[in-house]
């Protein structure tokens, strides 16, 4: 069985190429993220070329922040192309409770049968059909509030439904797994829950969606933690954050990852 070191190393030693429909606020830091961490990052959203790359990445995201009709397009069409060869996709359903439009265009998104469903409390409760108390992109509702929705999400959806919150919340439906590495400060840093989207995206590029998502959120949470060390507020804390994504190795993960299953 892979360890999180272990899909760390193979998701650098393969590089992939991870597309990302993304809202605008997160484009740049995302690209960032993705490349600290060893992907490589394609912010690819127009209609007329989104599906066609789909086809040539080794992974797609999708991210509802700024919602257009054009883009909601863009996205079913580019996770319908994924879905027909065979790569993996992910679905960041921000907000998606917020407004009558996020809330229609949410449930078209999840029957195009995403790989990995990531979103706060509130998102995953929402996108059950679940009463939220979320503000906008905030969670005001706790990830052990959230585990019955994501339990329900992911059986009838056949995804990965991660949970993300001070404590993450991972299960397919059967397997189930907790990761509890983090910081207070990465909330504090715009568009930073947005990248981690890419990140799951180029961890379960080729490898095991349960496995690879776990993965991704522990490597992701130390980052974090080893980030805090340096930093002296959220400013300092976003230079500090790309550089221990860069800088973590299998071995730190191996060392720090703080999963329960």
């Not at 809202?23 to 066609?52: C, F, I, K, Q, W």
């Not at 009709?69 to 996709?89: F, I, L, R």
């Not at 959120?217 to 980030?227: K, S």
Request: charged share 15%.
């Amino acid at each position: 069985m892979n360890t999180p070191a272990d899909h760390l190393a193979r998701m650098r030693e393969t590089a992939p190429l991870v597309q990302n429909i993304t809202n605008y606020v997160a484009m740049n830091v995302m690209a960032n993220v993705l490349l600290a961490s060893g992907a490589s990052p394609a912010m690819v959203h127009t209609r007329e070329e989104a599906a066609d790359f789909a086809g040539i990445a080794s992974a797609l995201t999708v991210n509802i922040g700024t919602l257009s009709p054009d883009w909601v397009v863009s996205m079913q069409e580019a996770a319908q192309a994924a879905n027909d060869a065979g790569k993996p996709w992910v679905l960041d359903p921000v907000a998606v409770g917020a407004t009558a439009y996020r809330r229609e265009v949410g449930p078209t998104l999840v029957a195009l049968r995403p790989t990995v469903i990531r979103g706060n409390a509130s998102e995953i409760l929402a996108l059950s059909g679940v009463a939220a108390a979320g503000r906008g992109a905030d969670a005001a509702d706790t990830v052990d509030t959230a585990e019955a929705a994501a339990r329900h999400l992911a059986s009838a959806h056949d995804a990965v439904v991660a949970v993300t919150g001070a404590v993450d919340f991972v299960t397919d439906g059967q397997k189930e797994a907790r990761v509890a590495n983090g910081h207070a400060l990465m909330p504090r840093v715009t568009a930073l829950g947005c990248s981690l989207t890419g990140v799951v995206g180029a961890f379960v590029a080729g490898q095991d969606p349960f496995d690879a998502t776990v993965a991704a959120l522990a490597y992701y949470g130390i980052a974090g933690e080893v980030a805090a060390q340096e930093a002296s507020g959220p400013g300092s804390f976003q230079v500090a954050f790309l550089d221990a994504l860069y800088a973590l190795t299998p071995q730190d993960v191996r060392a720090n990852a703080r999963i329960t299953t």
